[in-house]
């Protein structure tokens, strides 16, 4: 596939996060947001179907000037190809903003809002499970030191005429319900958003170290904030995941266009990501399992794992470890570079490179076996079993070793 391809399909992704940000901001109506919808999903599916009949075609008819300029292109940083797909993205918003309001989209009905509120009392002996389902809202999530449970419900509406919008939000129910099974708390949301209404969720949740987390999201963004806990599902169809100040046993996240950031977490055994179109960033993210994939993004990594795997499909990766500490990694992109920053310590390092197409630069403190001019390690402590161990392989891109 031609770099080009791979900048467009780039592109239309990131178009289509922006409509679905100016959707959820009520700058769109529905149906103009379905529609536009649509007719940039078929532009991508045409790319891919491209893509996948060149995959069939016979290996030895590749352009031969055509694989010339993907090593050409390739080697620039990921940074630079991304500076210029994001001014192609904000020159196409601003013309697509000009021209849905010249045909007569612009937003004529207001927003009508009304606040509920929703307190649980919870014991000091006990732990909490929440179980939140929200077709269409925000939902943040705060960790406090309080023996009670606080949901403040903030339902939406939009109308042209306001009677027509309060109506709307009568008609929101909040469904809150508490129940305890022996030392368990088990609180249960579920908002009934009709046609053309949402509801925010604010959730405070006293931090308990058995609590478990079950929240699902059709449209809208998930912020978790100050958690202490020992399970968390979180699954976002159409919408970032934004994690902060995090500590738990173990926690899966999953989303399928938008991005996920996770800052300062810490896991006792897994953190699994996945995303099938959008970015991944981690910082300072430590478990003794990481699995991060998305099928179309960037992955930007700056962890600590016993046993790691980052991959991703159509993009870059950005590795930089933050331990020194024994470690067996695997970093791969199908089509993207991948990065690797080197801060040595007591462990000994050794990365084990592999490209397709593309090329291998080491501009770190690791040097090449004589043997194998692919695989680099730390010039002290080359006898010692435990070290920081990774493989990292492209099938289209760079390789890029660097210092600290």
Same mark, same amino acid.
């Given at each position: 596939?031609?770099?080009?391809?791979?900048?467009?399909?780039?592109?239309?992704?990131?178009?289509?996060?922006?409509?679905?940000?100016?959707?959820?901001?009520?700058?769109?109506?529905?149906?103009?947001?379905?529609?536009?919808?649509?007719?940039?999903?078929?532009?991508?599916?045409?790319?891919?179907?491209?893509?996948?009949?060149?995959?069939?075609?016979?290996?030895?008819?590749?352009?031969?000037?055509?694989?010339?300029?993907?090593?050409?292109?390739?080697?620039?940083?990921?940074?630079?190809?991304?500076?210029?797909?994001?001014?192609?993205?904000?020159?196409?918003?601003?013309?697509?903003?000009?021209?849905?309001?010249?045909?007569?989209?612009?937003?004529?009905?207001?927003?009508?809002?009304?606040?509920?509120?929703?307190?649980?009392?919870?014991?000091?002996?006990?732990?909490?499970?929440?179980?939140?389902?929200?077709?269409?809202?925000?939902?943040?999530?705060?960790?406090?030191?309080?023996?009670?449970?606080?949901?403040?419900?903030?339902?939406?509406?939009?109308?042209?005429?306001?009677?027509?919008?309060?109506?709307?939000?009568?008609?929101?129910?909040?469904?809150?319900?508490?129940?305890?099974?022996?030392?368990?708390?088990?609180?249960?949301?579920?908002?009934?958003?009709?046609?053309?209404?949402?509801?925010?969720?604010?959730?405070?949740?006293?931090?308990?170290?058995?609590?478990?987390?079950?929240?699902?999201?059709?449209?809208?963004?998930?912020?978790?904030?100050?958690?202490?806990?020992?399970?968390?599902?979180?699954?976002?169809?159409?919408?970032?995941?934004?994690?902060?100040?995090?500590?738990?046993? *173990? =926690?899966?996240? &999953? /989303?399928?266009?938008? !991005? #996920?950031? +996770? $800052?300062?977490?810490?896991?006792?055994?897994?953190?699994?990501?996945?995303?099938?179109?959008?970015?991944?960033?981690?910082?300072?993210?430590?478990?003794?399992?990481?699995?991060?994939?998305?099928?179309?993004?960037?992955?930007?990594?700056?962890?600590?794992?016993?046993?790691?795997?980052?991959?991703?499909?159509?993009?870059?990766?950005?590795?930089?470890?933050?331990?020194?500490?024994?470690?067996?990694?695997?970093?791969?992109?199908?089509?993207?570079?991948?990065?690797?920053?080197?801060?040595?310590?007591?462990?000994?390092?050794?990365?084990?490179?592999?490209?397709?197409?593309?090329?291998?630069?080491?501009?770190?403190?690791?040097?090449?076996?004589?043997?194998?001019?692919?695989?680099?390690?730390?010039?002290?402590?080359?006898?010692?079993?435990?070290?920081? *161990? =990774?493989?990292? &392989? /492209?099938?289209?891109? !760079? #390789?890029? +070793? $660097?210092?600290?």
């Amino acid at each position: 596939m031609a770099v080009k391809d791979k900048l467009e399909l780039e592109r239309l992704y990131a178009i289509l996060d922006d409509l679905e940000t100016m959707y959820r901001n009520e700058e769109v109506s529905e149906e103009t947001y379905t529609e536009m919808r649509k007719n940039y999903k078929k532009k991508i599916s045409d790319i891919q179907n491209k893509i996948m009949d060149l995959d069939k075609g016979d290996e030895t008819q590749i352009d031969l000037q055509q694989v010339q300029e993907a090593k050409d292109r390739l080697k620039e940083t990921t940074s630079e190809i991304s500076e210029n797909v994001n001014e192609i993205l904000k020159e196409t918003m601003r013309s697509l903003k000009k021209q849905l309001k010249s045909a007569g989209f612009e937003a004529k009905c207001k927003t009508y809002s009304k606040e509920d509120r929703y307190n649980v009392s919870v014991a000091e002996d006990e732990y909490i499970s929440v179980k939140c389902h929200l077709d269409w809202g925000k939902i943040r999530i705060v960790g406090t030191e309080r023996d009670e449970v606080r949901i403040v419900a903030e339902k939406k509406s939009r109308a042209e005429v306001e009677s027509e919008g309060l109506e709307r939000i009568e008609k929101i129910k909040l469904n809150c319900k508490s129940s305890l099974d022996g030392k368990k708390r088990t609180i249960k949301i579920t908002p009934d958003t009709p046609k053309w209404s949402m509801v925010d969720l604010e959730i405070e949740i006293p931090n308990r170290d058995r609590n478990n987390f079950h929240i699902y999201s059709e449209r809208g963004k998930i912020t978790f904030n100050n958690i202490v806990c020992d399970e968390c599902d979180i699954e976002n169809e159409n919408g970032n995941i934004d994690i902060r100040n995090f500590k738990c046993g *173990s =926690i899966d996240v &999953t /989303t399928e266009t938008s !991005s #996920i950031n +996770i $800052e300062e977490l810490e896991a006792k055994s897994e953190v699994e990501i996945y995303n099938e179109n959008g970015n991944i960033k981690l910082s300072n993210v430590n478990a003794e399992r990481i699995k991060a994939y998305t099928e179309k993004g960037n992955i930007l990594a700056m962890c600590t794992s016993e046993r790691g795997n980052l991959k991703t499909e159509l993009g870059s990766i950005n590795y930089a470890n933050i331990e020194d500490s024994p470690q067996q990694l695997k970093l791969a992109s199908e089509l993207g570079s991948i990065k690797i920053k080197v801060n040595e310590g007591k462990v000994p390092w050794t990365i084990q490179a592999k490209v397709d197409l593309g090329s291998i630069n080491n501009r770190s403190s690791l040097s090449s076996r004589p043997d194998k001019k692919r695989i680099f390690e730390s010039v002290e402590g080359k006898d010692i079993k435990e070290r920081i *161990s =990774i493989i990292a &392989t /492209t099938d289209l891109g !760079s #390789i890029d +070793i $660097e210092g600290a």
